[in-house]
């Protein structure tokens, strides 16, 4: 029972969203996880980090290629640890990321088979990245810089090409 992503997700973060309908979403300022490292927070870091240096965008968890969302089944306590983990390595970047540069939505999810079901604790995660005010490149906390290829992709920068 999965359907699609609507427009205009960022429009009320406290709504429960029914997916009825294909809707197109992909930017070049818009990219997902996939879905089997979608709580890694060293794949979400690179992410991250991807999007400041480009020009910010936005960063969906729960949400596959196809822009079929699945959600993930968060408790309250996975919502607190997941913000205490990108707030705790977001400080850790180069330069560091401040809190009002970067938002989180935790958006439940709910699903339409004749008749509207709840998912209890199931949420696509967004998480909205500012345009960078510095044209520095921005380094992960593991010294690592990405950034966002044309294909919403995302690359590593070698080393060598940053000398």
């Known amino acids: 029972m999965t359907d699609h992503l609507p427009n205009g997700l960022s429009s009320n973060p406290n709504s429960v969203y029914l997916f009825k309908k294909p809707c197109p979403v992909t930017t070049l300022n818009r990219l997902r996880i996939p879905e089997k490292n979608s709580l890694n927070f060293y794949v979400i870091t690179k992410y991250i980090c991807a999007l400041l240096n480009g020009k910010g965008g936005t960063l969906l968890i729960g949400v596959e290629k196809d822009f079929t969302v699945r959600g993930r089944k968060l408790t309250r306590d996975d919502i607190d640890k997941f913000q205490r983990h990108v707030d705790e390595a977001l400080k ?41 005010d510095v044209d520095d490149l921005y380094f992960t906390h593991y010294d690592e810089c990405w950034i966002q290829k044309p294909d919403d992709q995302i690359e590593q920068v070698p080393v060598t090409e940053l000398k």
């Open 92 to 132: 850790q970047f180069n330069p560091s990321v401040k809190g009002h540069e970067y938002s989180i939505n935790f958006h439940p999810v709910s699903f339409e088979d004749g008749k509207k079901i709840a998912v209890s604790d199931f949420y696509v995660i967004e998480m909205a990245i500012s345009s960078p």
